[in-house]
């Protein structure tokens, strides 16, 4: 903004801001005795920075702009284009008016008095200046300004929030603390078949299949009034009436320790449900003709064996070796397809109890193996009920590929502030890198290979889905040592 009286703010030197808190005041003061009084009060507060007018008005960064009459008649239009371009946050502005022209805000007929003070006006100080008024009058049209910036913040942040809720693939829905529906987003509508309309107002009884037992929603409704997060699956109708299953999550949104409106988000996994059911079928229906075909093969071969000598009766003892092989993958298949497949039942389990009973049962056909256990009294974890076949598979490993004239294996328990560790060491040769790599990550770092057998995999998944970890280390002194770090019990 240039202004039509080129000396109406020469008096002003921009005063440099110690500090990112100062108010940066604009004066807009044609008055001469005006600005030399605004700019002798102005001198005594640190707090204020005033800006160099002759950046303009529209484009100089300020918090509050100070006129008198003079300056506001000049710029009036000015003002009110300011005013309106900064909504909704406040731009305030402060009159200076002398006590004698008080009158022209009741009497003025003109411009001013109607098109100006009703939007472009927030304060008015009578002149000459009284500070402790124009002190207080500042401060609270800069407390104004503050919530309106933090007004305008909330509302971008909620406009944002509601975008991102609209554009979400999940179906989303907000109740008030007694279950009535006050919220649907687009994909809530293309899940359920509701549109938005019949279901505001509506509870989520309207999704109801019937399906569910009734201590299912008295458990949600005893979760989320209690603050927490109810997150499980459940089996809802559409409006057509075709049921659909959905990974359910209701967040409770609380308020100084009172519930005031619950969030659910829907994500549907009927297909995904479909296709593990099918996969299962598939899985079944393989590994009993394999099961079956294999016991022919090796009931054949071990006939073929009884009643033959020399290369026939070796190949037929080979054949048996392999399909017991083949039958043990098979065992192995099926545990970590169930594994994969069901949801983790984690306990509190004592891990002492596991490791030695696991030691016991792996060389209790294995006279030749020295096995040391170190292990405290007890420690309790946190884990999956088949966390033993995990520590079985990793003392049958350390035994059966043991190439020492003397297999040896120790294991030991260490419990820590919020971990426990398993260690489980061999004298062999050392894990291949490839047997290591599906231990530590559950996956081969080469696709062709595929590892020592499913029973490391089985390891991986049931450690990780144990919210534990497992690190192999090669001993100088040769074999190597299986870490598991299991989390203990809060």
């Not at 003061?29 to 707090?47: M, P, T, Y």
């Not at 239009?77 to 022209?104: N, T, W, Y």
């Given at each position: 903004?240039?202004?039509?009286d080129?000396?109406?703010?020469?008096?002003?030197?921009?005063?440099?801001?110690?500090?990112?808190?100062?108010?940066?005041?604009y004066?807009?003061?044609?008055?001469?005795?005006?600005?030399?009084?605004?700019?002798?009060?102005?001198?005594?507060?640190?707090?204020?920075?005033v800006?160099?007018?002759?950046?303009?008005?529209?484009?100089?960064?300020?918090?509050?702009?100070?006129?008198?009459?003079?300056?506001?008649?000049?710029?009036?239009?000015?003002?009110?284009?300011?005013?309106?371009?900064?909504?909704?946050?406040?731009?305030?502005?402060?009159?200076?008016?002398?006590?004698?022209?008080?009158?022209?805000?009741?009497?003025?007929?003109?411009?001013?008095?109607?098109?100006?003070f009703?939007?472009?006006?927030?304060?008015?100080v009578s002149?000459?200046?009284?500070?402790?008024?124009l002190?207080?009058?500042?401060?609270?049209?800069?407390?104004?300004?503050?919530?309106?910036?933090?007004?305008q913040?909330?509302?971008?942040?909620?406009?944002?929030?509601?975008?991102?809720v609209?554009?979400?693939?999940?179906?989303?829905?907000?109740?008030?603390?007694?279950?009535?529906?006050?919220?649907?987003?687009?994909?809530?509508?293309?899940?359920?078949?509701y549109?938005?309309?019949?279901?505001?107002?509506?509870?989520?009884?309207?999704?109801?299949?019937?399906?569910?037992?009734?201590?299912?929603?008295?458990?949600?409704?005893?979760?989320?009034?209690?603050?927490?997060?109810?997150?499980?699956?459940?089996?809802?109708?559409?409006?057509?009436?075709?049921?659909?299953?959905?990974?359910?999550?209701?967040?409770?949104?609380?308020?100084?320790?009172?519930?005031?409106?619950?969030?659910?988000?829907?994500?549907?996994?009927?297909?995904?449900?479909?296709?593990?059911?099918?996969?299962?079928?598939?899985?079944?229906?393989?590994?009993?003709?394999?099961?079956?075909?294999l016991?022919?093969i090796?009931?054949?071969?071990?006939?073929?064996?009884?009643?033959?000598?020399?290369?026939?009766?070796?190949?037929?003892?080979?054949?048996?070796?392999?399909?017991?092989?083949?039958?043990?993958?098979?065992?192995?298949?099926?545990?970590?397809?169930?594994?994969?497949?069901?949801?983790?039942?984690?306990?509190?389990?004592?891990?002492?109890?596991?490791?030695?009973?696991?030691?016991?049962?792996?060389?209790?056909?294995?006279?030749?193996?020295?096995?040391?256990?170190?292990?405290?009294?007890?420690?309790?974890?946190?884990a999956?009920?088949?966390?033993?076949?995990?520590?079985?598979?990793?003392?049958?490993?350390?035994?059966?590929?043991?190439?020492?004239?003397?297999?040896?294996?120790?294991?030991?328990?260490?419990?820590?502030?919020?971990?426990?560790?398993?260690?489980?060491?061999?004298?062999?040769?050392?894990?291949?890198?490839?047997?290591?790599?599906?231990?530590?990550s559950g996956?081969?770092?080469?696709?062709?290979?595929?590892?020592?057998?499913?029973?490391?995999?089985?390891?991986?998944?049931?450690?990780?889905?144990?919210?534990?970890?497992?690190?192999?280390?090669g001993?100088?002194?040769?074999?190597?040592?299986?870490?598991?770090?299991?989390?203990?019990?809060?």
């Amino acid at each position: 903004m240039t202004t039509d009286d080129s000396n109406a703010n020469d008096d002003y030197d921009p005063r440099s801001s110690s500090s990112v808190e100062s108010t940066r005041i604009y004066p807009l003061v044609a008055e001469d005795g005006n600005r030399r009084v605004l700019k002798e009060w102005l001198s005594g507060h640190d707090s204020y920075w005033v800006v160099d007018a002759g950046e303009g008005l529209e484009t100089a960064e300020c918090d509050l702009c100070i006129v008198d009459h003079g300056g506001i008649r000049q710029h009036a239009d000015e003002l009110k284009r300011v005013k309106c371009e900064a909504e909704p946050v406040l731009f305030p502005v402060l009159l200076l008016l002398p006590e004698r022209q008080s009158g022209v805000i009741e009497t003025d007929r003109g411009e001013i008095a109607d098109n100006v003070f009703g939007t472009t006006i927030d304060e008015i100080v009578s002149l000459p200046i009284r500070q402790a008024e124009l002190e207080w009058r500042i401060k609270a049209l800069l407390r104004l300004r503050d919530q309106s910036l933090q007004l305008q913040q909330r509302t971008e942040q909620l406009r944002r929030f509601k975008e991102a809720v609209e554009a979400s693939g999940h179906a989303v829905y907000i109740t008030d603390p007694d279950g009535t529906i006050e919220y649907v987003n687009p994909a809530f509508e293309e899940l359920t078949g509701y549109e938005r309309e019949e279901a505001i107002g509506q509870t989520p009884n309207l999704l109801n299949s019937g399906e569910m037992p009734s201590d299912y929603f008295t458990e949600l409704w005893e979760t989320v009034l209690s603050e927490e997060v109810w997150e499980e699956e459940i089996v809802d109708r559409r409006k057509d009436g075709e049921l659909y299953t959905a990974h359910q999550t209701i967040s409770p949104i609380t308020d100084d320790g009172t519930v005031q409106a619950l969030v659910a988000i829907q994500a549907d996994i009927t297909e995904l449900i479909e296709l593990h059911r099918q996969l299962r079928v598939v899985d079944q229906i393989l590994r009993h003709n394999l099961r079956n075909n294999l016991t022919v093969i090796r009931g054949q071969a071990e006939q073929i064996r009884s009643q033959t000598t020399g290369e026939v009766a070796d190949a037929a003892e080979d054949i048996s070796i392999l399909s017991d092989n083949l039958l043990t993958t098979s065992q192995k298949s099926r545990a970590i397809t169930d594994v994969l497949s069901e949801q983790p039942d984690i306990r509190r389990i004592d891990i002492v109890d596991t490791v030695t009973r696991s030691a016991g049962s792996v060389t209790a056909g294995v006279p030749d193996v020295q096995v040391d256990v170190d292990v405290p009294t007890q420690a309790i974890v946190s884990a999956t009920t088949n966390v033993h076949k995990a520590i079985e598979e990793l003392i049958e490993n350390a035994i059966v590929h043991n190439d020492a004239e003397t297999p040896a294996v120790s294991l030991s328990v260490t419990v820590e502030t919020e971990l426990v560790e398993i260690r489980v060491t061999d004298n062999g040769n050392g894990i291949p890198e490839m047997d290591r790599a599906v231990l530590e990550s559950g996956d081969a770092i080469d696709d062709l290979y595929h590892g020592g057998g499913l029973g490391l995999w089985l390891v991986y998944w049931i450690i990780k889905r144990s919210g534990g970890s497992i690190a192999v280390e090669g001993r100088d002194t040769g074999g190597t040592t299986v870490r598991v770090v299991l989390p203990t019990v809060n």
